[in-house]
């Protein structure tokens, strides 16, 4: 026997969503404009399906789905580069946008993206077997920095993350590893934008550029220093 999960996700209209997907590499190998709207998207062995929601509210949506690849990096990369050939930019914030690459505190490598429709496709790759979350680290400004990313990428909390982000980096008696210090600007900056408090991400950005790394430490958080790029631009 051999089965096939494909989700089935809600939009207002189809057009913007498969204009989306389209600049992904994505085909479209079916669409139905009436008696209700209806379309599907294929590239490799993803193939997502949409339906036409006129109530439909794309800001307020919840819905999402997992897709599991052996080349994270590489879809991250395809992805990013077919965005900025069609909108012009990398989108990071609004709909759509696409995240940063993410070393998940469950074994998974991975990246979310959310299309025209609201929908998050989180796109993730196994680097454990074991799949259960890891126990908070006790120490100050690891365990934040592990709750904020928490907050600002699993939960679609950024208020909370930014709290988080503020309380540690405010101790008066303790102090971040530049690694940490590092980190934490980089998602403040990042929260930030998504909340639109822009003067709050500038300020953010240009602490954590001053940051000083040796090349072994820029190394060890390549991903956060993509993104901190990511944001200057």
Same mark, same amino acid.
């Given at each position: 026997?051999?089965?096939?999960?494909?989700?089935?996700?809600?939009?207002?209209?189809?057009?913007?969503? /498969?204009?989306?997907?389209?600049?992904?590499?994505?085909?479209?190998?079916? !669409?139905?404009?009436?008696?209700?709207?209806?379309?599907? &998207?294929?590239?490799?062995?993803?193939?997502? !399906?949409?339906?036409?929601?006129?109530?439909?509210?794309?800001?307020?949506?919840?819905?999402?789905?997992?897709?599991?690849?052996? #080349? &994270?990096?590489?879809?991250?990369? &395809?992805?990013?580069?077919?965005?900025?050939?069609?909108?012009?930019?990398?989108?990071? $914030?609004?709909?759509?946008?696409?995240?940063?690459?993410?070393?998940?505190?469950?074994?998974?490598?991975?990246?979310?993206?959310?299309?025209?429709?609201?929908?998050?496709?989180?796109?993730?790759?196994?680097?454990?077997?074991?799949?259960?979350?890891?126990?908070?680290?006790?120490?100050?400004?690891?365990?934040?920095?592990?709750?904020?990313? @928490?907050?600002?990428?699993?939960?679609? #909390?950024?208020?909370?993350?930014?709290?988080?982000?503020?309380?540690? @980096?405010?101790?008066?008696?303790? $102090?971040?590893?530049?690694?940490? /210090? /590092?980190? @934490? +600007?980089?998602? $403040?900056?990042?929260?930030?934008?998504? +909340?639109?408090?822009?003067?709050?991400?500038?300020?953010? +950005?240009?602490?954590?550029?001053? &940051?000083?790394?040796?090349?072994?430490?820029?190394?060890?958080?390549?991903? #956060?220093?993509?993104? +901190?790029?990511?944001?200057?631009?």
């Amino acid at each position: 026997m051999a089965e096939k999960t494909i989700p089935i996700l809600p939009c207002r209209t189809i057009q913007p969503v /498969l204009e989306f997907y389209t600049a992904l590499g994505f085909e479209v190998t079916f !669409q139905q404009k009436s008696p209700n709207p209806y379309a599907v &998207v294929e590239r490799g062995g993803i193939e997502l !399906q949409f339906f036409g929601l006129k109530q439909y509210e794309p800001a307020e949506s919840v819905s999402t789905c997992f897709v599991l690849t052996d #080349d &994270v990096d590489g879809l991250h990369a &395809v992805f990013r580069a077919g965005l900025k050939k069609a909108y012009g930019k990398v989108p990071s $914030r609004g709909l759509p946008r696409i995240g940063p690459l993410k070393d998940m505190s469950y074994g998974v490598r991975q990246f979310l993206m959310t299309d025209p429709g609201g929908n998050c496709i989180r796109i993730g790759q196994r680097t454990s077997k074991d799949q259960h979350h890891r126990r908070a680290p006790e120490e100050t400004f690891a365990r934040a920095l592990h709750h904020a990313s @928490l907050l600002a990428d699993s939960k679609e #909390d950024p208020a909370g993350a930014a709290k988080v982000i503020d309380r540690v @980096l405010g101790l008066e008696d303790e $102090r971040p590893t530049p690694v940490q /210090l /590092l980190r @934490l +600007l980089v998602l $403040r900056a990042d929260v930030a934008g998504r +909340l639109g408090d822009d003067e709050t991400a500038t300020t953010t +950005l240009t602490k954590a550029t001053a &940051v000083q790394l040796s090349p072994e430490d820029r190394e060890s958080v390549r991903d #956060d220093v993509d993104r +901190l790029e990511d944001l200057r631009n």
